[in-house]
């Protein structure tokens, strides 16, 4: 036997603060896990937020300028064939549309990333 157990090193009150020390320092890392990620969404879902935004602030006018010319050539204001009013009715609808979803898109994304500016303030 190379150290008696009644030395400060070996002691009973020793062995029962180091347990509640590594106890604690379990405790404290498992909450550092779990608050980790609160506020944060997955990676593929926070990187391409600034791009779909680009996307929507370059698209939006096209869908918009579509939209009007469409709309225009559907009502004859502009000179086209009268056989394709209804086609070109169609497709000003369907820009229409397409820019209701992009601005919306715009609008979700903005607010997204003020969520996130916020959380990781």
Do not use: Y
Request: aromatic share 8%.
């Amino acid at each position: 036997m190379t150290q008696p157990f009644h030395t400060p090193h070996h002691g009973p009150r020793r062995l029962v603060e180091r347990w509640k020390a590594v106890a604690a320092d379990h405790r404290s890392r498992a909450a550092a896990r779990r608050w980790r990620h609160v506020g944060t969404e997955p990676r593929w879902a926070r990187s391409d937020l600034p791009a779909r935004r680009l996307l929507g602030r370059i698209v939006v006018p096209f869908f918009l300028l579509g939209t009007i010319v469409f709309t225009l050539l559907a009502t004859n204001v502009l000179p086209a064939p009268r056989a394709d009013r209804a086609f070109f009715t169609g497709l000003a609808v369907l820009c229409a549309v397409s820019t209701v979803v992009a601005v919306i898109d715009l609008v979700v994304i903005r607010r997204r990333m003020a969520e996130q500016r916020r959380w990781h303030r």
